[in-house]
């Protein structure tokens, strides 16, 4: 038999069993598009996730209340209010060497309006250095002042989205809002910076440090502290100070007791790359499921049908075939199939992918649509050897029959 | 000798009950001659054809096909008499689903090395119109009577214009003219020097044939020359 004409056969055997070769394919489609939709999706979050904390800025310190051993995630990821750390640590940190600027933050929800516009928004107590720290810019106005802080004056800087969402195109400078009730002053509106971390920055008010401790919450601590290294090479002896200077004054003489946790972006970076990659893993896992389902659904269509093809098989040994044509055969049938689905299997898990970073994208967030070649490859493999495996092994077996023996099977 | 068998017999022993069909059968057939054989239901008749046909094997016995043992025939090799030496009609047809009359009797043919495929399709479609089965070309075999499937199934053997010809009652389903026509084609195909065994139960189909074997449980009970020999093509009388 020349190759044309098996094809040709072929061709005309998968159409002649549309719906077996239909549902054959679509285990092959499920698996491979499951795998790589779900494999993107891990590789866009993680590379998400990580170009935010890149974004935070570099040469960073964060100072995190509540103790942490050195790998694990400080307690206040997990919703644990620590009140150990105070503004005048911050007021102190900033009096080291090395460090450029500093920024304390609390942070509360509210509503805010303006005349009768009203919107629940996220505001935030920070210091005047918040800019440097943050790498963010005034668009008009000012920032907040140490004057500001020192007074609890009530006046707020609203990010980009949060001043166009309250104004309009009205002008915000020097107009008055209400947060939960309380008059402020708007002095400035930030320039735009995009989405970050869980919370849009652009959706922030930020009003003075003391402001939002004394007035809005009535709290003496902060949630936590940035601060600005001059260059990376002083990073780590900048941590080592500040270690000591909050351990003098928490009074603590024992640094296994530490009651804060001071890391630098780069580790912040490693443990959020270990919790990512986690991450990865589990999805992997589930992709990997997605593709057993789907060689399950192929081994289920060639056990229903083995009993009509070990007939159809004793019937074409019965005609002159030999086990090799029989065999070549299902090779060609299950190797047009599997690459048929195996294609229409990535291109559907691409266009998911594209479209949950197109939807993702929507909501102000840099998502990257990442698709890794390795996942590709092993979900068309995987589905490529099931469907190769299932289809030729009963085959295998029948060729190996007498025809007629083959030609009872019920 | 084109087919010579000396103590054949066949045992079943697939799950449920282990059966013997063939009880030592030993038969020869040249060349050229044109064998019906009868013999009550389950007398082993069509476990014989499969036997001669390499359609199953043989439990023991030695089978010697054109002077050669068939025990030193390998896949290839009895692919290859499957294929060209030999046409087979099933008594249950065994057409392929959901394929076209045409392409059911074309199926040998993709076996077949160096075949021209225009000249065979054009085979196809006389060996067709032959057995009047010209306006059925492009059925599938579910919208087939049975006795057209039964020339469908004939036409298929026929392809390959196979040396033997092993039929298991060509004409079980047929009316007494079908029946004819197939009978008068066999007749054809004997005189141009196919050799033909053939099953039947009938025995003015049987005297068509040159050659009457009886078989009752497994073994031959009778061998004889027909004496008065019908010709299919002045009308068979029952
Ligand atoms: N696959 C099988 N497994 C077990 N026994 C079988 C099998 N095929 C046939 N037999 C038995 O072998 C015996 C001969 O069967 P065979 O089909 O050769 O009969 P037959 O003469 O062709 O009958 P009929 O005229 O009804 O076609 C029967 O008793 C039958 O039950
Ligand atoms: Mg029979």
Redesign the interface.
Known sequence: ?RFF?ILK?TK?NLA??KTRSFLTMLGIIIGVAAVIAIVSVGASAQDLLLAQVKAMGTNLIGILPGASDDQGLPSAVFGIEVTTLKYEDALEIRNLPDILAICAYVTGRGTVGYFNQTKELNYTGVMPEYPTVEDAAVATGRFIKQEDMDNMARVAVLGSKAASDLFGQDFPLEKQIKINQIVFKVVGVMAERGASGLQNQDEQVFIPLRTAQKIMLGIDHVAYIRAKVDKEANIEPAIGRVKEVLRFRHHIKDATKDDFSVRSTAQALDILGSITQALKMFLAAVAAISLIVGGIGIMNIMFVTVS?RT??IG?????????R?ILWQFLMESALMTSLGGVIGIILGVSISSAIALGVNSFGYEWKLIITPLSIFWAVFMAASVGLIFGLWPANRASLM????A?RKQ | MLIKLANITKDYVDEGVPTTALRGVTLAVSAGEFVAIMGASGSGKSTLMHVIGFLDKKTTGQYFFDNENANEFDDANLAQIRNQKIGFVFQAYNLLARTSVLDNVLLPTIYTPHLDVKATAKKAREILAKLNLSHRVDYQPNQLSGGEQQRAAIARALINEPRLILADEPTGNLDSHSGQEVMEVLQDLNEEGHTIVMVTHEKYVAECARRIITLKDGQIISDQKVAERHLAKDGLIK
């Open positions: 038999m004409q056969y005309n002649l069993n009509e007939r159809e019937l074409r040994k019965a005609v002159g075939a030999k086990r044509d007498s025809p007629m023996d030609l």
